[in-house]
């Protein structure tokens, strides 16, 4: 269990910061940026949060604790595991969880016949606020994957992720029915 006994330590007054494996960063290290964007796509969950309830409430806590499991996989890179101790990875079953979800959910939405747009209740904004921070998330992981290895499980969540979060958002727009639909050259005076 995390235990902090203090919220400032100073250790990052000289632009640095430490990873789980002990090492330290550049707060502009690329690693640390997928770990802030990891962390912002988990506060806009908290906002979509104040809007959902019942199962969708708690299928977006689950996710946001996948999301601290996935900032405590992105703090140990696999170049310097220590294999001696258990470290936290994202597991693939995590990534088959959210797919149920996407099915499961997906089954009830009226069909797409146009591109929907980020708009609709207010926890369908929100999903898609969040949507759209899981493909940043998802796009700055890849990014330090071609320059260091990444969990690939993690990789895939954040994609299944930004899938789920989709879905969800036009559940809350009334199974699709309310989505607010694309019109093409429909904002041309």
């Known amino acids: 269990m995390v235990r902090l006994?203090?919220?400032?330590?100073?250790?990052?007054?000289?632009?640095?910061?430490?990873?789980?494996?002990?090492?330290?960063?550049?707060?502009?290290?690329?690693?640390?940026?997928?770990?802030g964007s990891?962390?912002?796509?988990?506060?806009?969950?908290?906002?979509?949060?104040?809007?959902?309830?019942?199962?969708?409430?708690?299928?977006?806590?689950?996710v946001q604790n996948d999301l601290f499991d996935l900032g405590a996989d992105l703090a140990v890179p696999q170049a310097t595991e220590d294999h001696s101790r258990v470290v936290l990875r994202v597991k693939p079953e995590q990534v088959l969880a959210l797919e149920g979800d996407i099915d499961a959910h997906n089954a009830e939405?009226?069909?797409?016949?146009?591109?929907?747009?980020?708009?609709?209740?207010?926890?369908?904004?929100?999903?898609?606020?969040?949507?759209?921070?899981a493909r940043r998330a998802e796009r700055d992981a890849f990014a330090l994957h071609e320059v260091e290895p990444l969990n690939v499980a993690a990789l895939t969540y954040l994609n299944r992720l930004s899938d789920l979060l989709f879905v969800l958002a036009r559940c809350a727009n009334d199974d699709g029915k309310a989505d607010v639909l694309w019109v093409p050259a429909g904002g041309r005076l």
């Open 5 to 35: 006994n203090r919220i400032y330590t100073k250790t990052g007054d000289e632009g640095t910061t430490g990873l789980a494996d002990g090492t330290r960063r550049s707060k502009a290290d690329a690693r640390i940026g997928v770990i």
């Open 38 to 62: 990891v962390d912002e796509l988990n506060a806009s969950l908290g906002v979509a949060r104040l809007y959902a309830s019942g199962e969708v409430d708690a299928l977006l806590g689950r």
């Open 109 to 133: 939405l009226a069909p797409l016949t146009s591109f929907v747009l980020p708009a609709g209740t207010a926890l369908s904004a929100h999903l898609h606020v969040a949507r759209t921070l």
